[in-house]
């Protein structure tokens, strides 16, 4: 009776998710960006249908090309780790930039990241810490973590090690151990 149930279970589960993925290519087809860019997640990561990254990529490429700036940033992390497509920090960084200048938070801290990390440009620690304070005033809390870090180093700004601790402890808040940690060490040694 249980192996009955969980198979019950299972089949309900399954026929949700299909009319879950049909409703999506609905609203998809009639131009609702937003659905796109959500089958394109249900193709990349294969939840509800089998997982096909052309498929989630087109779809990503679609939603972008049309203003939704969510699609152009899950273009740019397709590119980066070279998932679906082949991997060129070029085209990422294209991407990251154009969801970045159309508002999204995400896609600047991820272009704040190409430039610390020099993959698809010059290295360059003080445009990284533009981007990273832009996500950051939108409360995207890894670039508060991260502008913290640029501050404790003196990478692309002066070092101040008072902001850091400002923005380790607000990150700590928000529940980021490392944040905690080194808001500690900063408190420990001092700095006010």
């Not at 589960?13 to 998809?28: E, P, R, Y």
């Amino acid at each position: 009776m249980k192996k009955i149930i969980i198979l019950f279970l299972m089949l309900v589960s399954f026929s949700f998710a299909s009319t879950k993925i049909d409703a999506l290519q609905k609203s998809c087809d009639d131009g609702i960006m937003k659905s796109c860019d959500h089958l394109g997640v249900a193709y990349f990561i294969g939840k509800g249908i089998k997982k096909d990254y052309f498929k989630g990529k087109e779809l990503f490429k679609k939603a972008c090309d049309r203003g939704y700036m969510n699609s152009c940033d899950n273009l740019g992390v397709l590119y980066r780790d070279g998932q679906g497509a082949r991997q060129d920090y070029f085209k990422a960084k294209e991407f990251f930039k154009k969801a970045c200048d159309g508002g999204n938070t995400k896609a600047c801290y991820n272009l704040g990241v190409l430039y610390y990390n020099g993959q698809g440009a010059r290295q360059d620690y003080f445009k990284t810490s533009k981007l990273y304070k832009k996500a950051c005033d939108k409360s995207y809390i890894k670039a508060c973590y991260n502008l913290g870090l640029l501050y404790y180093y003196g990478q692309g700004l002066g070092q101040n090690k008072t902001k850091a601790k400002k923005l380790f402890g607000m990150t700590c808040d928000k529940g980021i151990q490392l944040g905690c940690k080194n808001y500690r060490i900063l408190n420990e040694a001092g700095i006010k």
